[in-house]
């Protein structure tokens, strides 16, 4: 049972428009979201977070959105850089410590 | 600050064998996980400890084994490599002091198992 989904396996946009990146989940009782970003040969690194309690948080260019009504948060990076390229992953939790990570999506940014 | 680091960066077992892979934080994080990566499923949790001297499992903790002696080190032991277990695997920590449990990334073992 997959709790978090990222459906788009790729995304491909063009430099300087917006990349959306999207994540669903099933369980009602995460208390916070992240997104992690990975480049080939590395670790994943720490993107952006938001609180069950909020709907928006901006960082930059990053800004993530959650919907908990439906379930599903969103990666909005605006505008697009070529150094964006990379896998992006979604992460859940709980006040447990454990994450629950998605598939990920690999965004590819076009000069 | 190093942050998280791991060794070996790279092994190459054969089915049977056995290894021990290593990951250290300079963080003073309580919280240490292992997780694999696997082309199409994400990360997913081996087992993750919450202090020193303490360990439990995660979402696939089968074949692999883990000890945390000292608070800044966390061990993932396979006892009998099999072809199933060839994955990048990631170390992590993180606070639970933090409001979001933001866990740091080590760079990864390539392991493969022929």
């Known amino acids: 049972d997959q709790q978090v989904k990222q459906n788009s396996p790729s995304l491909s946009v063009q430099e300087g428009r917006i990349s959306i990146l999207n994540c669903d989940y099933t369980?009602?009782?995460?208390?916070?979201f992240l997104w992690y970003k990975k480049y080939p040969a590395e670790g994943p690194t720490f993107l952006i977070s938001i609180s069950s309690i909020k709907d928006k948080n901006e960082d930059g260019r990053f800004t993530v959105f959650l919907n908990k009504s439906a379930k599903h948060l969103s990666l909005h990076i605006v505008p697009s850089q070529p150094g964006d390229s990379a896998v992006y992953f979604c992460a859940a939790g709980r006040d447990t410590g454990k994450l629950i990570f998605g598939q990920g999506t690999t965004l590819q940014v076009k000069p | 600050n190093a942050g998280v680091t791991q060794t070996p960066k790279f092994r190459v077992l054969k089915t049977g064998q056995s290894m021990t892979l290593l990951c250290a934080q300079d963080m003073n994080h309580e919280y240490m996980y292992w997780y694999r990566q696997d082309p199409g499923m994400g990360l997913r949790l081996i087992h993750y400890?919450?202090?020193?001297?303490?360990?439990a499992k995660g979402e696939v903790p089968d074949g692999y084994n883990v000890s945390r002696l000292k608070k800044q080190n966390f061990l993932l032991g396979l006892e009998s490599a099999a072809p199933s277990q060839t994955s990048v695997y990631f170390c992590?920590?993180?606070?639970?002091?933090?409001?979001?449990?933001?866990?740091?990334f080590g760079p990864g073992t390539r392991l493969t198992v022929l």
């Open positions: 992590a920590s993180s606070s639970p002091r933090s409001s979001t449990d933001t866990q740091y």
């Open positions: 400890s919450v202090g020193e001297g303490t360990t």
């Open positions: 369980n009602s009782m995460f208390d916070y």
